[in-house]
């Protein structure tokens, strides 16, 4: 568990590194700590160490861990980071603070309907499918003017920022470029991407938050 720890703590003085040599003013980047897979107990040493930003993939997963640790640091930010389905669209607005994956018309519609019914309003991100891998989530970048347009125009809903997930097989530098061109062409001030691989090449080129979770709670022995 103190292992959590060192690495939250190696981590941190990465970002810190890669923040100075790219010239951003400290504080410019947040760390966004991936928790899926991992139980309460492994949360727990990097809540105490002072990190308040989680990530998380599952709906059913967050809703088994995070009430009770909430409750323990009712500062915690949640980020939802994986695909949603819209018919999980009102546990999502219920129990996130941040929605990285917004991505279609269909869930725009369902967290507009749940955002008002619930008087609750989870900061949005659009997610970008920067490479176009047909199995993955993601609107296509040249799609991305229209779908901030429709959000805001037909669903009412205000858009901070940008989300991708580069191909795993690609160098990320250019997916990360183009994330950031779009992002401000749109002034979207939200720009989140970079994992445990390749985050500081991330914060080399923009972005505002980065989402980490093996280089922190070591390796998944699933997704
Ligand atoms: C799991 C996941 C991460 C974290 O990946 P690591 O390589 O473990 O740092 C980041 N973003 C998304 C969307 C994820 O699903």
Redesign the pocket.
């Known amino acids: 568990m103190s292992d959590v720890v060192d690495h939250l703590a190696q981590v941190n003085s990465a970002i810190a590194e890669a923040a100075v040599a790219a010239k951003r003013p400290a504080g410019a980047v947040t760390l966004v700590a ?1 928790s ?1 897979t991992f139980p309460a107990e492994a949360i727990e040493p990097a809540l105490a160490a002072g990190q308040r930003v989680f ?1 998380e ?1 599952y709906v059913q997963e967050t809703r088994e861990k995070w009430p009770a640790l909430r409750s323990r640091y009712p500062d915690v930010e949640l980020h939802m ?2 695909p949603l389905q819209s018919n999980k669209a009102k546990d999502a607005v219920q129990l996130f603070d941040v929605i ?2 917004l991505d279609r018309s269909s869930l725009a519609k369902e967290l507009a309907k749940e955002m008002t019914r619930q008087q609750r309003r989870p900061k949005l991100l659009v997610q970008v499918n920067t490479g176009a891998e047909p199995q993955k989530g993601g609107v296509l970048p040249e799609m991305v003017d229209a779908f901030l347009a429709e959000c805001r125009d037909l669903h009412g809903l205000a858009i901070a920022g940008l ?1 991708a ?1 580069p191909p795993a097989d690609e160098p990320p530098a250019p997916h990360f470029a183009l994330l950031t061109t779009i992002a401000r062409r749109n002034n979207l001030a939200v720009v989140s991407m970079g ?3 390749d985050f500081a090449t991330a914060i080399a080129m923009g972005a505002t938050h980065v ?5 922190i709670f070591g390796t ?1 022995s699933k ?1």
């Open positions: 991936v899926k990530g993939n980071i994986g990285e994956s989300m997930i994992m445990s691989a989402r980490v979770g093996s280089a998944r997704a």
